[in-house]
């Protein structure tokens, strides 16, 4: 795979597909409130490559959460993709990430028991997707990251770098306005690293795809094209490139 | 949903056997201990409706709640003439029943005691107690006043044979009389209880003593063991015509309602003795899908991440007891039912698991070779209960699933 070049899908930065305002999260671990979030503003625009970066702690996993209906805010709101996510109840919630969000965590991505193509469509069968149509949609997706001859392996027979191309080919087959991932190249090697980064670079030119990152690799940071910087659950930054 | 739940059960073999097996030998044992239940339940019928002395009784109107010897079948011939004419019937035997109490002549001891006048060959089909004959002779000697007692009777009366013995009752005149006997057989049925109550001596000789003349107070007729006993009393009563006036005919079972609950209730015991087993098991069962839960806490954390809602992953993990339990419960049935072939053919010798014989309620059950018997509702409804109770086994396990937590389960583990 080779590095990216520049976009065919312009992002469309006025057409916002996060707007969070004012979002606070405070977390009880026993007594004690830890302020993960402190009244956070983030304007996301449509077709965006934006990684959230900041040491541990910084709030950045928590901002991602928040945006992926994972999780509520204490205070302030958020809406996604023209939808008012604050208060979902979870069902509600659940729903509108398997329509409108793809998901790429940094680690145990895939079901364990489902083979390579059963992970790589599983959300499109949650949705409904006939049967034809999601090896259509799939198929393609999987040969084009180098696994169309590995469909029926299972997880662990993956190295970890194919393990996370599935789950790439996961959140983006059912073509979600957005995709989070949350430290999705931490636990690989810097080829493998770049090679994934390639390819969510390649499909976010292609599709218009937004992809939200919170990441510390320096790798990832140094080819996002905006890096919000998080410090002590603030914004500390917001650059452009 | 039904897929993945199948793998989830696959993935963790051992796991997934160890439960299963626990369902099925459970099913396995609950099934059989029926099937077994029921066996025993008509062998012990069979066996009270023996020791009541017939499937049905009869006798002159009034004498069963009595027990007054005034009050007798003076003419007893055309109504065991008529009895015996009944298809299927195996054995018709009038007896004389004194109640009275009966003292050592030496009056060393005393006991209330049933007296019973009987014909020792026309009782063979019934309860032929001259099997347990222990010392003596059974009423086949030439003494006409020789009476059989239980071991334990002859004990509390302090007697032994040879030695006198005198009832003291109320004869067929109304007048209290003192019949004497003299001990001529001892039986040990191996039953305290049992043995306390048996005092046998000739028909005619307790004709003689209550002043009966040709006069009975019992008929007692034995139809086929498999023949519903309303279905025999109605035959009975049909073949009888105009001679069942004045007399009164019921079956065993309306005679002592008493001994027909005592076994239906031994049978319902050990219906509670299976439940138990099934609690047991299914808190075993709700403990292996809650670890299966919280090990996968962070699997299901991303199900629910992908999209998959509280209501799917609780069924997910329902989907996996219910495939468990049927594959395991069909198992279950299977060897159930190749048990059953076992010993509904060949038996289960109840005897050599308890020593020898038991009695119930007064009832010998010197019969105990048991075989099985399958009641098919009975059967399908247990499975469907052992079902329900599975399921509700993991509701608790689903229900904490439902709870998971996707940013806090992810969190889990990393």
């Known amino acids: 795979m080779t590095a990216a070049t520049a976009p065919s899908a312009a992002p469309d930065a006025d057409t916002a597909i996060i707007t969070a305002r004012d979002v606070t999260k405070v977390y009880k671990q026993g007594k004690v409130e830890v302020l993960a979030l402190r009244g956070v503003d983030l304007d996301v625009g449509q077709g965006e490559f934006v990684v959230l970066a900041g040491p541990s702690g910084s709030g950045k996993s928590t901002l991602l959460n928040l945006i992926g209906a994972l999780d509520h805010p204490t205070e302030g709101s958020i809406l996604v993709a023209g939808r008012e996510i604050t208060h979902l109840s979870r069902s509600v919630a659940a729903r509108f990430r398997l329509t409108s969000l793809g998901f790429v965590f940094q680690a145990y991505n895939l079901v364990p028991v489902l083979t390579c193509y059963e992970n790589a469509e599983y959300t499109l069968a949650l949705a409904g997707v006939p049967r034809t149509e999601r090896r259509r949609l799939v198929v393609p997706l999987l040969e084009r990251v180098g696994l169309g001859d590995m469909l029926t392996r299972k997880p662990h027979e993956l190295s970890g770098g194919q393990q996370q191309r599935i789950a790439v080919v996961r959140a983006i087959a059912s073509r979600p306005a957005l995709v989070l991932a949350d430290e999705p190249t931490a636990n690989l090697d810097s080829e493998t690293s770049g090679n994934l980064l390639d390819l969510m670079l390649e499909l976010n030119a292609e599709h218009g795809t937004t992809f939200v990152f919170a990441s510390h690799d320096p790798d990832l940071i140094a080819r996002a094209r905006r890096v919000v910087r998080l410090k002590d659950g603030r914004i500390d930054g917001d650059e452009r490139r | 949903m039904w897929k993945l739940a199948w793998r989830q059960l696959l993935r963790n073999r051992a796991r997934t056997l160890i439960t299963g097996s626990a369902i099925a030998l459970a099913v396995a044992m609950f099934l059989m201990s029926l099937a077994l239940g029921d066996g025993m339940y008509g062998k012990m019928m069979q066996a009270a409706e023996r020791s009541a002395g017939g499937g049905v009784l009869i006798h002159h109107d009034g004498w069963w709640k009595g027990r007054d010897s005034t009050a007798n079948i003076t003419a007893p011939g055309p109504v065991i003439a008529a009895a015996e004419r009944v298809a299927g019937v195996r054995g018709v035997a009038a007896r004389v029943i004194l109640e009275g109490l ?231 049935f299977a060897l159930a039912l190749a048990g059953h072939a076992y010993f509904a053919t060949h038996g289960l010798d109840y005897g050599a698991f308890i020593g020898g014989d038991f009695d119930v309620s007064g009832v010998i059950m010197d019969d105990l070779i048991i075989y099985t018997k399958v009641d098919a509702p009975r059967w399908l409804g247990s499975g469907a209960a052992v079902l329900v109770m599975i399921l509700l086994s993991a509701l608790y396990p689903a229900w904490r699933a439902t709870r998971l937590d996707p940013s806090q389960a992810m969190r889990t583990y990393e």
Not at chain 2, 139 to 157: F, M, N, T, Y
Not at chain 2, 277 to 303: D, K, Y
């Open chain 2, 102 to 332: 009966l003292t050592s002549a030496s009056r060393e001891g005393f006991a209330g005691a049933n007296v019973r006048g009987i014909d020792p060959a026309a009782e063979r089909p019934f309860n032929d107690l001259s099997r347990y004959l222990k010392r003596g002779d059974f009423l086949s000697g030439d003494d006409p006043r020789a009476i059989v007692l239980g071991e334990k009777l002859a004990d509390d009366l302090s007697v032994d044979l040879g030695d006198r013995v005198v009832l003291r009752f109320v004869d067929a005149t109304g007048k209290e009389e003192p019949a004497l006997f003299r001990l001529g057989g001892i039986v040990a049925t191996g039953s305290a209880e049992i043995d306390r109550q048996i005092a046998l001596v000739r028909l005619a000789t307790a004709q003689e003593v209550a002043k009966l003349g040709a006069g009975v107070t019992q008929i007692g007729v034995l139809g086929d063991p498999g023949e519903p006993l309303d279905a025999l009393k109605a035959d009975v009563a049909r073949a009888l015509g105009t001679a069942s006036a004045g007399l009164e005919l019921l079956t065993w079972q309306e005679a002592m309602p008493e001994l027909v609950g005592f076994i239906e209730m031994d049978g319902n015991m050990n219906i509670m003795f299976a439940l138990v087993i099934f609690v047991i098991v299914a808190f075993g069962i709700a403990n292996t899908f809650l670890m299966s839960v919280i090990e996968r806490v962070r699997e299901l954390g991303l199900l629910a991440a992908l999209g998959v809602t509280p209501a799917r992953i609780g069924g997910l993990v329902l989907r996996e007891t219910v495939l468990l339990a049927l594959v395991a419960m069909t198992l279950g």
